[in-house]
């Protein structure tokens, strides 16, 4: 089970500033089982940025985003609510921020911040990494991490060691920050490349002992803890 | 005042050159070279900060070296090795040793190096070096009081804060994009990666006009032909044009020294119109700086 935590509106609405529209997808895997996520936090996101004047076009919940195959075909049954938007809001993990960057052919910005993996994540078949850095910067970066990309995790561009568009220590690993570049230009976002970013706070890496402590914390809590929650998240879905 | 930030101010054209700390403690050799062939020849030499990830002495205690026999230091920091706390606590060890001039690097990998298992800190990359530089020139640094406030520093570093560019890479945008946030993060001068094409040169700098800072050119000084297509093989960013490598390659073997000097000399007097200075990197060759100097014809 990968934890994860909803980013802060504020920052999220820094995001989306000056999108026409805004595409809300949800994981129906891991957030939904840890409750940090699914498709009620998604309504609630959308009501939440709705009230700041942002157009929502539409909300919907796939399950396992890392499933890239799976969320291709099932992110199609959403075509007419993404003919409005301008990108797409993902309340996932970073893998799934990014599968969904890489299926399709849309700006993503991250909704969670990913703390831990946490023993083992749903399904995982692509080439996506997240560090579960806590600090999620895939909103900057075109849905490409640099954390996991970049062979010196380097946040603020590429360090000139690109060789053949690949990283000069291992010719078969593709340069993060070029591929960055790419995807940003083809999107016309270029310009999120200028943006300076600061140093990592690397305390966000770390998480409490109570999440530590086991593999299982989190079903263990989901089990216990909230039946109410539980019923009232199905309610909503309906 | 920086010798270096007066000379890229007046506008002339200025050379730096650059020497690496030995492996070992025996810096004799390294500091009688910069004496007798770079100190009346270059207005600052760089000093490398563990070139390659391969261990070397410290850069700082050799720029100290430098400064104590009249020769103007430029402090080499790569974020590769030390965090956030080890650098600016050694920005500060600089500043109170009288070393100014700072150029901030990522640093090549580790696994580039003599220790390859060896952590990649990365704690701040080389837009952070420049950031945290330009935070203690104001007073304070890049963390918080228990109160949440910035710390204020007793005492305040001045820097003359340089940077590095490849201007022939493959692809230059992101280059260029990453150039604008170092001077944005506060840099004030350029040493480029190794330039061999001058043409290159000149379309790089049309396109980074806008970008109000002096550029020094880089030149390594090519030893021979074989290492020419080693750098064409290997070091991103770099691209000796055959005719050069032909050139290297067609030299009897006494006369490659020469040929490598001239190569370099016109190379500067090529560019020379372009930029505001060289940056001489002659690993090892550091005799020869003089003669290069002498065949660009600027002195």
């Known amino acids: 089970m990968i934890v994860t935590e909803m980013k802060p509106v504020d920052e999220i609405l820094g995001m989306i500033e000056g999108e026409k529209g805004v595409f809300i997808l949800c994981c129906g895997g891991c ?17 939440a940025v709705g009230a700041k004047g942002v157009t929502v076009t539409g909300v919907a919940e796939i399950e396992f985003l890392c499933n890239k195959a799976l969320a291709g075909v099932k992110l199609n049954r959403s075509r007419e609510a993404l003919r409005g938007a301008d990108s797409i809001l993902v309340v996932s993990c970073g893998v799934g921020v990014q599968a969904v960057g890489n299926v399709a052919d849309f700006p993503v910005h991250p909704a969670m911040n990913t703390v831990s993996m946490g023993g083992r994540q749903g399904l995982w078949p692509g080439e996506e990494r997240c560090h579960q850095c806590g600090d999620c910067l895939l909103d900057r970066t075109g849905g490409l991490c640099p954390i996991t990309t970049c062979s010196k995790s380097l946040v603020n561009g590429t360090c000139g060691g690109t060789k053949e568009e690949h990283c000069e220590v291992d010719p078969k690993r593709p340069c993060g920050w070029l591929k960055i570049y790419q995807r940003l230009a083809a999107l016309g976002r270029a310009e999120c490349l200028k943006a300076l970013n600061a140093p990592r706070d690397h305390r966000k890496y770390d998480f409490p002992d109570a999440r530590r402590s086991t593999v299982l914390w989190a079903l263990e809590v989901a089990a216990e803890e909230t039946e109410e929650a539980v019923e009232a998240s199905r309610g909503t879905d309906t | 005042m920086s010798r270096l930030r007066e000379a890229l101010g007046k506008g002339g054209f200025t050379f730096t050159g650059e020497i690496g700390p030995p492996k070992g403690t025996n810096i004799a050799p390294v500091l009688h070279e910069a004496e007798e062939f770079l100190k009346d020849c270059v207005v600052a030499v760089n000093v490398t900060d563990i070139q390659t990830a391969v261990m070397r002495m410290s850069s700082l205690p050799v720029c100290k070296m430098l400064l104590d026999r009249g020769i103007e230091p430029v402090l080499q920091m790569v974020t590769r090795d030390r965090n956030r706390l080890a650098l600016q606590s050694d920005l500060l060890g600089a500043a109170a040793l009288g070393i100014e001039n700072v150029l901030a690097l990522t640093g090549d990998h580790i696994v580039m190096g003599d220790h390859q298992g060896a952590k990649g800190v990365w704690d701040l990359d080389s837009v952070g070096l420049l950031d945290a530089m330009t935070k203690l020139e104001s007073g304070t640094d890049l963390g918080l009081t228990m109160k949440g406030e910035p710390n204020a520093l007793d005492g305040v570093p001045t820097f003359f804060k340089g940077c590095v560019v490849a201007p022939c890479t493959e692809e230059v945008e992101p280059q260029i994009i990453k150039l604008e946030k170092k001077v944005a993060a506060g840099a004030q001068f350029v040493q480029t990666q190794a330039v061999y094409d001058p043409r290159a040169f000149e379309a790089f700098m049309k396109r980074i006009a806008h970008v109000k800072v002096p550029v020094l050119v880089g030149i390594v000084l090519l ?77």
């Open chain 1, 31 to 47: 957030p939904e089982g840890y409750k940090s996520g699914g498709l009620s936090k998604g309504k609630d996101l959308a009501e």
């Open chain 2, 223 to 299: 030893k021979n032909a074989g290492m020419a297509k080693y750098m064409n093989k290997n070091v991103p960013g770099v691209r000796v044009p055959k005719r050069i490598v032909d050139r290297l390659a067609a030299a009897d073997k006494k006369d490659v020294r020469k040929v490598s000097v001239e190569v370099a000399g016109e190379l500067i007097r090529e560019m020379k119109g372009m930029c505001a200075g060289a940056h001489i990197m002659p690993l090892g060759w550091d005799k020869e700086i003089p003669r290069v100097i002498e065949a660009s014809g600027v002195k």
